[in-house]
Each structure stands twice: as structure tokens, then as C-alpha cells.
């Protein structure tokens, strides 16, 4: 039994999973004053800086 992939195969669901992680980021970023803002800042941005590399790694 093979594990999931933790990113897309090609760069059009490469791309749309990294502008959903955005989006988190995003919503993290508004909600800095409180906990769960912070908490969802700090993964959502080390999950964008992984799928980011992943991301150029991946040819058409």
C-alpha cells in the first residue's frame, strides 16, 4: 500500500492547491489579535513555502 502524495502531480492541481493555502494564510493574517489566527498564520505559511517549492519542482 502506497501513501497519498502530500502535493499534486501537475502544475494546474499544483497551482489551485497553492492558492487555497493562500487563502488560509490570508484569513490567519486578518485574525492575528487572536489565537487561532496565529496558529492557522504559522501552518498555512509552512504549508505555502512547501507546496511553493513542490510547486517549482513540477513541469507541466
Known amino acids: 500500500m502506497s501513501l497519498l502524495p502530500f502535493f ?3 502544475r494546474r ?4 492547491l497553492l492558492s487555497s ?5 490570508t484569513i490567519g493574517m486578518t485574525q492575528l489579535d487572536q489565537r487561532w ?3 492557522l498564520s504559522l ?3 509552512m504549508v505555502c513555502l512547501y507546496w511553493g ?3 517549482r519542482r513540477l513541469d507541466r
Open 21 to 25: 493555502a493562500l487563502v488560509f494564510l
Open 13 to 16: 492541481d499544483g497551482a489551485r
Open 8 to 10: 499534486a502531480g501537475n
Open 53 to 55: 517549492v513542490a510547486y
Open 37 to 39: 489566527g496565529q496558529v
Open 43 to 45: 501552518i498555512a505559511s
